[in-house]
């Protein structure tokens, strides 16, 4: 049901936070993930967010991981789920260089896509993403995300002020790109 080509939607792996835990200091991975502080997680934190979004119904986390050895290589989640507006956040890394720029991204997105619009009936899907991450902007709009806005000097970022872009897909653009 999310098995790819070349990659899978899974499940958090007994180790997996380990592994997390030491990919993070890769500062072209955790520096453009996120707008908010940024802290080291310890292998514990890791794996309490991937526990966590298993009991609650607003989140849900999958480990990304290659089909033919299961090798974990990142993680996709859609979050802040709004049954009532059929609305998610998506968000997506890929922490070691090695496993950037092979078409994991753009096959893990069109994964999480069809699982948001098929399984969870969402109508939009939409992330935030530093306009200077242009792989993963390339990513993005090869499945169909559409940028909406700007928020402009949103975010202190390695010393200045930087925008925040916002794209989106809807259920009908996915399902009309899938004939």
């Known amino acids: 049901m999310f098995i790819g080509k ?3 939607l899974s499940h958090y792996h007994e180790g997996d936070g380990k592994d997390f835990a030491n990919w993070q200091w890769d500062k072209n991975f955790i520096n453009p993930l996120s707008s908010d502080v940024i802290h080291p997680f310890t292998a514990e934190d890791w794996e309490k967010i991937f526990r966590n979004a298993s009991r609650n119904d607003a989140n849900v986390e999958f480990t990304v991981r290659k089909v033919i050895d299961d090798s974990l290589v990142g993680f996709v989640s859609l979050s802040n789920i709004n049954i ?16 950037r720029s092979k078409g994991y991204g753009q096959e893990t997105l069109s994964l999480i896509l069809d699982y948001g619009f098929n399984n969870l009936n ?5 992330l935030s993403v530093f306009p200077f991450n242009t792989r993963a902007v390339r990513a993005y709009t090869k499945v169909g995300f559409v940028k909406e806005g700007r928020s402009k000097d949103e975010v202190f970022y390695d010393g200045k002020w ?3 872009d916002h794209y989106a ?3 009908d653009d996915w399902f009309a790109r899938q004939q």
């Open 6 to 8: 070349n990659v899978k």
């Open 84 to 99: 009532r507006n059929h609305s998610c956040e998506l968000g997506v890394g890929f922490p070691r260089e090695e496993d």
């Open 122 to 126: 969402m109508h939009k899907i939409k």
């Open 162 to 164: 930087v925008d925040f």
């Open 169 to 171: 897909i809807f259920q």
